[in-house]
């Protein structure tokens, strides 16, 4: 899968972090029978035109965006890693030595 599967991973398991539940329980978690099932109701998901992934309102905007770019459909148009680090939302989270210093101290 490469370096673009990892990037799709780092976004969904953000999410799950964020919103406490896997993005795609309604696509996997229904009784309709077996793993078989679940696995083509979540391929068929991915590969339509809808959104990768349902976004609650309360996720800030920076946040967002950045769950969407690691979550692009097509690995090719995905943003590297590299990239992703200057990506605003990563950015906004950076602290110098001293900062995190204080925070631990706090």
Do not use: M
């Amino acid at each position: 899968h490469g370096s673009a599967g990892d990037i799709w991973s780092l976004g969904i398991s953000l999410l799950e972090v964020a919103v406490g539940t896997h993005p795609y329980k309604r696509l996997i978690s229904d009784a309709t029978g077996g793993n078989e099932a679940k696995f083509w109701s979540l391929l068929s998901h991915l590969n339509s035109a809808q959104q990768t992934v349902d976004l609650p309102a309360t996720c800030s905007p920076l946040f967002k965006s950045f769950i969407e770019a690691c979550c692009e459909k097509d690995p090719s148009s995905r943003p590297g890693a590299k990239q992703l680090l200057q990506h605003e939302w990563v950015v906004s989270h950076i602290t110098t030595e001293g900062e995190d210093e204080a925070a631990v101290k706090a």
